[in-house]
């Protein structure tokens, strides 16, 4: 495997701007921004507002960043759209199993040093590299 485009400082920002807007909700709002627990309680719980807000920028930022120019992502043409439904449904699947998503465990979990946190980011990376080795697209 080969790095192309080895950003070190743009992966550094992006790293401290989701850690700190992480730390922000913890400290402000007393929630831990775990997205699927975000998503979920949209519908159900009285605090809808800040839910809603939180989800249209993680969908809007992107548009901006992307139509701007200012950043840019790799193409999956090349990918079938069953494939890409079928990976989005296989990462909805672990979610629910793993009772929280990347975001949660890996950054927020991990943060507070939970155990059950740190292995479910474990069981999240080896599910990738196995998935993206068994599927030979890591080169």
């Known amino acids: 495997m080969t790095i192309v485009n080895f950003t070190p400082w743009s992966a550094l920002l992006g790293g401290i701007l989701i850690g700190g807007g992480a730390l922000l909700l913890l400290i402000v ?6 997205i699927s627990g975000i998503v979920a309680g949209i519908g159900a719980q009285p605090d809808r507002g800040w839910r809603i807000a939180f989800v249209a920028g993680l969908v809007l ?6 139509g701007s120019g200012l950043a840019e992502a790799p193409s999956l043409v090349r990918f079938s759209a069953f494939k890409l439904a ?5 990462v909805g699947i672990g979610t629910r199993l793993g009772n929280g998503c990347t975001s949660g465990h890996g950054i927020c979990g991990m943060g507070r040093f939970s ?7 474990l069981v999240f990376i080896a599910a990738g590299i196995a998935t993206v080795t068994l599927l030979g697209l890591g080169g």
């Open 86 to 90: 079928l990976a989005g449904l296989l």
């Open 61 to 66: 930022v992107p548009f901006v960043l992307f």
């Open 29 to 34: 709002g007393g929630r831990i921004a775990g």
């Open 115 to 121: 155990l059950r946190s740190i292995v479910a980011t």
